[in-house]
């Protein structure tokens, strides 16, 4: 079991006694695995309830940045469960790559056609995600396709905020507690702009460079051949005395991009939902 080396509220003490309880009642799992905070909380108290009957499954396409790709697989060797890698074609459906705004419907769809075939091919009894409460106030049509295919989503049912999330992976010792919320490349797209792997290479090359300038939180949006930059508002100074902005523009132009911006308002998740 894992350490608690940090208090936790009395609420969020019990909500981890209770979701501990429920994957111990559980058979056998498998867990649509992002490598994200909330994901990764999941595989971990799955693998420390069940053990060899806990596996953790990531969907791997051009929507899935590489670097985000071999995150996954260090947290879960750090974890110590077991992780399989499946490739996920939703590019090759107009039902995504037209990015209508369902488009996370068929994204899931196509992930969860995987784990569920995976799940019942390796005797796993349940599919799990890591959907929290907070997911369910934003518009995610993928959460719908994951009820369509039986998935189950333990954190939404017992309540975890994305506060408690980190918290309690904090208080765990989880060295990724504070990891930066990050969306597939795809939701940088707007609804209604054709998605490809190339634009997607674009996209994911754009924020690599910006990465190893030290922001850690950052978004290159794409409207046709138009780059714009969101990073969280208090980075701006460090964006202006930092990066040199011919440079910059520059290496976005060698990309593609024919015009590079900065969006003042700072990096906002979900942005492109708004009305």
């Not at 790559?97 to 005797?123: G, M, Q, V, W």
């Not at 939180?217 to 040199?244: M, W």
Request: net charge positive; charged share 30%.
């Amino acid at each position: 079991m894992f350490n608690q080396l940090e208090f936790l509220s009395d609420e969020q003490s019990e909500k981890l006694y209770t979701i501990r309880r429920y994957i111990k009642s559980l058979d056998s799992v498998c867990i649509a695995y992002s490598g994200g905070v909330d994901s990764t909380l999941v595989v971990s108290l799955a693998f420390e309830q069940l053990g060899d009957k806990a596996i953790a499954i990531t969907g791997t396409s051009p929507a899935l940045a590489n670097a985000l790709r071999e995150e996954a697989k260090s947290q879960a060797k750090w974890i110590g469960v077991k992780h399989l890698e499946v490739k996920t074609s939703e590019l090759d459906q107009t039902s995504y790559s037209k990015n209508p705004k369902d488009r996370c419907f068929a994204c899931k769809k196509e992930l969860h056609r995987h784990t569920t075939y995976i799940s019942k091919k390796l005797n796993y009894k349940i599919v799990l995600d890591g959907v929290n409460l907070d997911d369910l106030k934003d518009y995610r049509p993928g959460i719908e396709a994951a009820k369509e295919a039986g998935v189950i989503s333990p954190l939404a049912k017992f309540k975890f905020s994305k506060k408690d999330i980190r918290d309690i992976s904090k208080a765990l010792g989880f060295p990724w507690w504070d990891k930066p919320a990050q969306p597939c490349l795809s939701s940088r797209f707007p609804y209604g702009h054709e998605i490809t792997s190339e634009r997607l290479k674009m996209v994911e090359k754009a924020e690599e460079y910006l990465k190893k300038g030290g922001l850690s939180d950052v978004r290159v949006r794409c409207q046709g051949s138009t780059a714009r930059i969101e990073i969280p508002q208090d980075e701006l100074k460090h964006f202006f005395f930092k990066y040199n902005f011919d440079e910059v523009v520059q290496y976005f132009s060698n990309l593609g991009f024919n015009c590079t911006s900065l969006d003042l308002e700072g990096l906002i998740s979900g942005k492109l939902n708004r009305n």
